[in-house]
């Protein structure tokens, strides 16, 4: 199975809810980054996370990273209908330079 | 943060022709990446763009269906040669700023017909 695996790969909640999906990888990484993606658009990036950070926050954004688990989490508060996008997790492997492996991504759908 | 643009923004194309893409950053980067998405599915890498060098291709990939140029340290061309509808995809660049994060262009969304 590929690197960087992604749960739910689909999300509906209601505006004002909190949003929350899983990434898991297999091998080291140097870190773990995630992006939106608004209907088959160009990717956004959201935040970047190192191996050796446990826990990064970016306005709405809170996201975790345990290397113990070889997992990583991203928590969407208070949603809004303007987050309904595909969320991607991607990791840059030690063993392979500044390459990019993607995970398959989580579609999230905010209900107004 | 690095600001991507690629030309075309999508295309229709016929079966057997070839499509070249640009992508071009405003800042001076050391690297740059291809990627392919197709529909309903994740990014793959294509290939590493190499300023000066040829293009270093992923399992799967190969230089004679997907030429790269890498002129300079802002600007790179994807061309999707022989095209089949199986081609059809949006057609991603990606540079990375700082050794670290990646930022990505607004994608290239191609039907071949």
């Known amino acids: 199975s590929q690197q960087g695996e992604e749960d739910p790969q689909a999300l509906s909640i209601q505006e004002g809810e909190n949003a929350t999906m899983n990434c898991s990888y297999k091998?080291?990484?140097?870190?773990l980054q995630w992006y939106r993606q608004n209907s088959g658009r160009g990717l956004v990036h959201l935040i970047l996370?190192?191996?050796?950070?446990r826990e990064k926050h970016s306005g709405r954004l809170r996201v975790t990273l345990d290397t113990s688990k070889k997992s990583s989490s991203l928590l969407i508060t208070a949603s809004r209908a303007a987050d309904t996008a595909s969320y991607f997790c991607?990791?840059?492997?030690?063993?392979?330079?500044?390459?990019?492996?993607f995970g398959g991504g989580t579609r999230v759908l905010v209900k107004p | 943060s690095a600001v991507i643009s690629q030309k075309p923004s999508r295309d229709i194309c016929q079966r057997g022709t070839s499509l070249t893409i640009q992508c071009q950053v405003d800042?001076?980067?050391?690297?740059m990446f291809w990627y392919r998405q197709q529909p309903g599915q994740s990014l793959t890498l294509i290939a590493t763009?190499?300023?000066?060098?040829?293009?270093?291709?992923e399992s799967g990939f190969v230089i004679d269906k997907f030429p790269i140029s890498r002129p300079n340290l802002t600007f790179s061309t994807l061309t999707v040669s022989n095209m089949s509808p199986e081609d059809s995809s949006i057609y991603l660049c990606?540079?990375?700023?700082?050794?670290?994060?990646?930022?990505f262009g607004p994608g290239t969304r191609l039907l071949v017909l």
């Open positions: 800042s001076q980067v050391t690297m």
């Open positions: 091998t080291s990484i140097n870190n």
């Open positions: 990606s540079a990375e700023e700082g050794k670290e994060t990646q930022y």
């Open positions: 991607a990791t840059e492997r030690k063993a392979a330079g500044n390459k990019l492996t």
């Open positions: 763009a190499n300023q000066g060098s040829e293009a270093t291709y």
């Open positions: 996370i190192r191996s050796n950070e």
